[in-house]
């Protein structure tokens, strides 16, 4: 009887080191309860083709994006998530792929429109990265979430995120 109450326990502390699915977000689960919505962007940039032509022809300054006393959900830190939405690089590899990027909940997130608020994006640091080819479609991260602000050359993020596992987002 020892011996079977020795087998089970060992497997119960086997199974309890096993990660379990992350947890599915969406965009409102980034905004503390009561925080009001972000507004949706003026004019949602769809044509990734038409990038290069576009940063080209801009000629006033970028429109600012409301950070200031921007909540977070402090609660989320440290939680293995999963989360869908768009990527807006910071750097392109040599080799073609981008492997640190704004994640944000809409395609074209700060291009020609004010940058979502601190608490709809997540820095995303992936070893795999993507092919800057793939960028126009949507995407699910997984990983751990940390809530930090950080500062980048286009916004700042208030989450940020080493993705374990990043796939073409399929409903």
Not at 20 to 30: G, I, V
Not at 38 to 43: D, E, F, M, R
Request: glycine letters at 6%; hydrophobic letters at 45%.
């Amino acid at each position: 009887m020892t011996r079977l109450r020795h087998l089970l326990l060992s497997l119960l502390l086997a199974s309890a080191g096993l990660h379990a699915a992350p947890r599915t977000l969406d965009w409102a689960d980034l905004l503390p309860e009561g925080a009001a919505a972000p507004l949706p962007p003026l004019a949602a940039f769809h044509e990734l083709a038409r990038l290069n032509s576009l940063l080209s022809d801009e000629s006033g300054p970028a429109a600012p994006q409301q950070t200031e006393n921007t909540p977070l959900v402090e609660a989320l830190d440290g939680q293995e998530i999963r989360l869908p939405g768009y990527l807006v690089p910071l750097y392109l590899g040599r080799d073609g792929r981008v492997r640190e990027f704004l994640f944000a909940p809409y395609v074209g997130a700060c291009i020609h429109v004010p940058p979502p608020p601190p608490n709809q994006l997540v820095l995303v640091r992936s070893e795999a990265g993507v092919p800057i080819s793939d960028l126009q479609r949507p995407y699910w991260i997984e990983g751990m979430l940390k809530v930090s602000r950080e500062a980048t050359a286009l916004a700042e993020a208030g989450y940020q995120m080493n993705a374990t596992r990043l796939v073409p987002y399929e409903e």
